[in-house]
């Protein structure tokens, strides 16, 4: 069974977490079955961006990274303290402890943030947030940044520019975890 950890910071967009349950739980139900998402949290309760509450699963000191073969990180909104959390040092452990692995790590959005603070987009290409100030900040912690690309992937990171982006990611990563006819057979299903 190949796990993913989905990363969750205060303030998280709960489409951008939901994409990732829902495309890893569909696999496991009617794809190929070998796949499983645990959802990780940095605190016991999580308020979405829009006030929905989420009860991870486990605490992100509880993580043992060998157990893991893919880390998935949502965006969120700085105004509601997505950064605080997403910027702290054992968000930004994990993303290294990841990468030093070559495991597979997934970002939607702003989800590329933390992944580029971490140090490990450093000469790599990724994209973020297509509005505003983020993709200039995301050029700032060293990544090249290819701003009109909706979907980068540099080796084993998947970066997107926006919302939107968000099933796509979730479906590049099952076929990174599985195979191309695999996510192909589950985006059927799911009515893509």
Known sequence: MKKVLLLLANGFEAAEASVFTDVIGWNKSDGDGTTDLITVGTREKLKCTFNFTV???????EVNIDEFD????????????????????DFLNIIREFDKR????????????????SGVLACRNATTYNFGKRQKQLSEFGANVLGDEPIVVDKNIITSYNPSTAFGVAFKLLEMLTSKENCDNVKKLMGF
């Open 55 to 61: 009860i991870p699963e486990m605490h992100i000191n």
């Open 70 to 89: 893919a880390l998935a990180v949502p965006g969120g909104f700085e105004e509601a303290g997505f950064y605080e959390d997403a910027y702290s040092e």
């Open 102 to 117: 070559g495991k597979i790590i997934a970002s939607i959005c702003v989800g590329a943030l933390p992944i580029g603070k």
